[in-house]
């Protein structure tokens, strides 16, 4: 099983419209969570950060985390055809990063 | 704030031959790693370090691959002998513990072509 999972396919938004993304973790004592956004051919930017169970907002984004059902989700509120890229959820510790594969997300203008 | 520097950007050599990359942290950062990431795949983890002492190592981390922090600033990777399997871009990133945890910022990375 792998630490991080991300199983949707490519999300397809109209232009203003909501984006939800969900990844779930294996590990039930992980206690840090991190949602990246990447660009085509670049490295992995931080978008959000969430340590405690429930709604971290920053933003047009919204990092949710629940520990007792072992998921974590990121909305983007207002899709703007720069929010096309792919998401890498990734669970942390002290020592690594463990990424899922990542959701693709296509804002249609 | 400068961010994290990676040096190559990219970087084609042949099977076989021997390739270095360097990081440089962001400047207040203690903690640097690596990792490796190929299409499609999020990044895996290879190594970190603490200061200069590298305090975990992946086991994707073959004893071809070694990485150096000498004097707990920049950072070289080395790959010994490349395969074709070594292509992949390779990330590094630092972090400083700040009040809440350890947020990673990635640098640009090397992309590695092995022909």
């Known amino acids: 099983q792998k630490e991080v999972e991300q199983n949707s396919g490519p999300l397809s938004v109209p232009e203003g419209a909501i984006a939800s993304l969900n990844c779930t973790y294996s590990?039930?004592?992980?206690?840090?969570f991190f949602w990246y956004r990447q660009y085509s051919g670049k490295s992995p930017e931080l978008i959000m950060f969430?340590?405690?169970?429930g709604d971290k907002e920053d933003g047009r984004f919204t990092a949710q985390l629940n520990k007792a059902s072992q998921y974590v989700s990121l909305l983007i509120r207002d899709s703007q055809p720069s929010d096309s890229a792919t998401y890498l959820c990734?669970?942390?510790?002290?020592?690594?990063?463990?990424f899922g594969k990542g959701n693709q997300v296509v804002v249609i203008p | 704030d400068t961010g994290v520097s990676q040096d190559p950007r990219h970087k084609i050599t042949k099977r076989g031959q021997n390739v270095t990359f360097r990081c440089d942290p962001i400047?207040?950062?203690?903690?640097l790693y690596w990792y490796r990431q190929t299409l499609g795949q999020g990044p895996e983890f290879l190594t970190y370090?603490?200061?200069?002492?590298?305090?975990?190592k992946s086991r994707l981390l073959s004893d071809r691959f070694s990485a150096e922090r000498p004097k707990g600033s920049f950072s070289t990777l080395e790959i010994q002998r490349t395969e074709q399997g070594d292509s992949a871009m390779y990330l590094c990133?630092?972090?400083?513990?700040?009040?809440?945890?350890?947020?990673?910022?990635f640098g640009p990375g090397t992309r590695l072509t092995v022909t």
């Open positions: 400047s207040e950062h203690n903690r």
């Open positions: 590990d039930r004592g992980s206690q840090s």
């Open positions: 370090f603490q200061n200069e002492a590298q305090l975990e």
């Open positions: 990133a630092s972090s400083f513990r700040g009040t809440s945890g350890y947020e990673q910022y």
């Open positions: 990734a669970k942390g510790g002290n020592n690594r990063l463990a």
């Open positions: 969430i340590y405690s169970n």
